[in-house]
C-alpha cells in the first residue's frame, strides 16, 4: 500500500535546521508494532501517524513515536503536524489562514491554532493540554555533574536547583550557571542511566538549560538527551519546554500576568531551534501556557508498505 509522508523542520523558518519531524498522513490501519518499525527505519526524534479523529470536530488522531517507544505528547510533532495537515488541506499559497484545529493525541485533545502565511514559514501554537507539576524525587548532584562531565559547582544558577518536573512527559531539569558551560557539556548515556530517577513508567530525560542564549531573544538555552526514548541528543523539545514552564514559574516567582519567553535549542548541533513560551499566572499560579514556532516543509514521498 502507498503510504504518502512529509517530512517538516519544526521550530525553525528555513530548512535544514530545527528539528526535523516525519509526518505519516496514511497511518490508520498500522499496527502498533508497524508503526514502530517505521519510526525507528525513519530514526527522527519522533515520527508521527495520522489516524481518523474519534470526534468529528477534530482535525485527527496522531500517534508519536521515538526510534524505540511511543509518546503520550510532544511538542515539535504537534506543532509540526498542525503545519503539515493544514498546509496539506490549504496549500502554501492559500492568501494567508488563521486556523484552529485540535489533534487527538494519547494525552489527549490538543488545540492548536495555525497561520498560513504566503511566502513565510506557517506558524502553529497550541495550549498545554497538561500543567507543568513538580515531582519530588531526589536529585543527585554529584552524579548529574558526572553524567555531564561537569563540576558540581556548575550545576544550578540562582535560586534554581536540579527537579523533575511532567507536562506529560517526565524531565530532570538541569540549571547550569551559563551559556560556557552547556556548550562544554560531553553527555555520558551509561552514567545518567544509573542516577536517574523513574518516573511515570519511564526514565527521565536530561534537559539542561541555562538564561540567556546566542539569539539576542532567547531567554533560555537548552541541551536535551534521553536514553529512554532513543535519542542521543534532541534540537528542539516542546514536551521539555511545557515541563520548564512549571520551573520557572516555581524558582522565578513569576508575578500575575502574561510572560512570553523563547527558548533556543539545538545551536551545539548545528541545527538552531526556537521555541516560544508563552505563560499566563493568575494569583500566584499559571493559569494557561502555550508553546508555538514555526514549521517548514523540506521533502514529501511515498512510502511502500
Not at 530532570?172 to 550557571?177: A, E, S
Request: include cysteine.
Amino acid at each position: 500500500m502507498a503510504r504518502h509522508y512529509s517530512i517538516y523542520d519544526v521550530f525553525t523558518d528555513r530548512k535544514l535546521a530545527g528539528n526535523p519531524l516525519a509526518v505519516i498522513y496514511d497511518g490508520e490501519d498500522l499496527t502498533e508494532a508497524a508503526m514502530q518499525a517505521i519510526a525507528a527505519e525513519m530514526n527522527f526524534s519522533e515520527t508521527v501517524f495520522v489516524q481518523k479523529a474519534s470526534n468529528a470536530a477534530h482535525s485527527a488522531r496522531i500517534r508519536i513515536f521515538t526510534p524505540v517507544r511511543e509518546l503520550p505528547f510532544a511538542g515539535h510533532p504537534t506543532v509540526g503536524t498542525a503545519v503539515a495537515l493544514a498546509e496539506r488541506a490549504y496549500g502554501t499559497d492559500s492568501g494567508g489562514l488563521d486556523l484552529v484545529s485540535v489533534l487527538e493525541e494519547n494525552v489527549g485533545p490538543v488545540r492548536c491554532a495555525v497561520s498560513l502565511r504566503d511566502g513565510e514559514a506557517s506558524f502553529a501554537e497550541f495550549d498545554l493540554p497538561n500543567s507543568s507539576a513538580r515531582y519530588e524525587l531526589a536529585a543527585d548532584r554529584q552524579g548529574i555533574a558526572d553524567a555531564l562531565s561537569l563540576k558540581v559547582t556548575d550545576i544550578g544558577f540562582e535560586n534554581h536547583v536540579p527537579s523533575v518536573w511532567s507536562a506529560g512527559v517526565p524531565f530532570m531539569m538541569v540549571p547550569v550557571h551559563n551559556l560556557r558551560t552547556i556548550e562544554a557539556l560531553d553527555f555520558d548515556p551509561q552514567l545518567w542511566e544509573r542516577i536517574a530517577p523513574l518516573c511515570e513508567g519511564s526514565l527521565t530525560s536530561a534537559y539542561v538549560y541555562c538564561r540567556g542564549g546566542v539569539h539576542h531573544a532567547a531567554k533560555f538555552h537548552a541541551r536535551m538527551f534521553s536514553t529512554d526514548m532513543g535519542i542521543v541528543e534532541d534540537p528542539a523539545t516542546g514536551s521539555a519546554v511545557a515541563a520548564l514552564s512549571g520551573a520557572i514559574h516555581h524558582f522565578d516567582g513569576l508575578p500575575d500576568g502574561h510572560h512570553p519567553l523563547m527558548v533556543e535549542q539545538g545551536v551545539e548541533m548545528g541545527r538552531p531551534s526556537y521555541i516560544h513560551l508563552h505563560i499566563d499566572t493568575k494569583d500566584g499560579a499559571i493559569s494557561r501556557a502555550r508553546i508555538g514556532g514555526q514549521a517548514v516543509r523540506i521533502a514529501t514521498g511515498v512510502l511502500e508498505l
